[in-house]
Structure formats: structure tokens, C-alpha cells
């Protein structure tokens, strides 16, 4: 079970907007590291998608966005299109400065 | 353009040993701390070990302390991961992936090696 919690899986139709959730602890997000988000299509590795809470490497289309508050933070991906199924994958620190990952949240688009 | 190429993945009994290595172009690989992460069959990332730029710093997942040791040769620009005494839980793909500079984040990442472990 994964220190930092994503839902299982999201879905929505072409077009729609979609939210994932990462939940935390004072020992990690709360904490004040920053928040980080992968994609990863079917069969291949994970991408960088967002960097330090809510920044976009270059390449990445800005309908993906993210926030964080506290001890969560969450990724929008608006306008869905269908190559955007994918899993996604939040990442942080703890205090003993290891790395964690979120479970992973299923991306459907209907 | 930045590449990381994983090799050294293989089937191996538990118990075994095996040397997981990342060849590292296109940027100054002494400038990057990096990081192995791995994903069991169907599951999601787990990090499995980080080395600073001088492999002063060096950490490692509960899991896999005091069986795994990482180690990294700027003048090769290569990353290694030296699993001991692997059980079948051990069964991943293995990630090498370079850390953005005073980021955090793992800013590009290998193709994957594939560890099975099993009888």
C-alpha cells in the first residue's frame, strides 16, 4: 500500500475534464515537498508530465495542469482525448529524504 | 538527446545475485543524481534506490536495504544496482532514471530491464 494515495482508477468521455488526487501526510507533501507527476501509456516507461507542484517541460500540452494544498495535490487534464489513457503516477519525498510514488490512477477515456 | 539503456535483466533462482547497469549519454552525467525504480508485474512505481552526484548520498528502499547497493562511474557515465539474495517479490521491471538538477523530479527515464525472479 502506497504512502501517498491516488485513486484506482478515473474516466471520462472525449473532451471532458478529469481530476486525479494524491493524498499525503505532514510527513511528506505536508511537509512541503513538491508534488511530481508521471504518465505512463501501455508498454512503455514512465514520462515527466508535471514538475514541482504545477510546471509543464516543454512538449507537454497545457491541458494538463496540477495543484497542491497542504497535504495533497491533484493533476486536471482537460479537453480528454483518447491518447491520453494512461496511468499516472504522483511522486514525492518523506522526511528521511527517500522517494516515494502513489499507487497509480487508471485512465480511462470513454 | 538524453539516453538511459538499462541491461542486465534476467531470470535468476531466489536467492541469486544479479548486476542491473544504465549507460547514460547526451548530458554530464556527474551533474545528475539518479535513481533505480522498479514495477512488479502489473503494479505500480516503486523507488528503489538513489545516488548523489558524487556518491556521497546514498539511500535505499526498506526492501531492498542490505541486499541491494547501487554505485555509479562518472568516467563511464554508468549506473549500476547490485541485487543480492533476490527473492521472487524482487520480480520487476528495473527503471534507471536521472533526477532534474535541484528538482526532484525524475526527469527522463530507461527502457527497462526486465529481473524475474523464480525457480
Known sequence: QSVLTQP????????????????????????????????????????????????????????????????????AITGLQTEDEADYYCQSYDNSLRALFGGGTTLTVL | EVQLVESGGSLVQPGGSLRLSCAASGFTFSRNSMNWVRQAPGRGLEWVSYISTGSNAIYYADSVKGRFTISRDNAKNSLSLQMNNLRAEDTAVYYCAREASGRGDFDYWGQGTLVTVSS
Open chain 1, 8 to 75: 484506482p482508477s478515473v474516466s471520462g468521455a472525449p473532451g471532458q475534464r478529469v481530476t486525479i488526487s494524491c493524498t499525503g501526510s505532514s510527513s511528506n507533501i505536508g511537509a512541503g515537498y513538491d508534488v511530481h507527476w508521471y504518465q505512463q501509456l501501455p508498454g512503455t516507461a514512465p514520462k515527466l508530465l508535471i514538475y514541482g507542484n504545477s510546471n509543464r517541460p516543454s512538449g507537454v500540452p497545457d491541458r494538463f495542469s496540477a495543484s497542491k494544498s497542504g497535504t495533497s495535490a491533484s493533476l
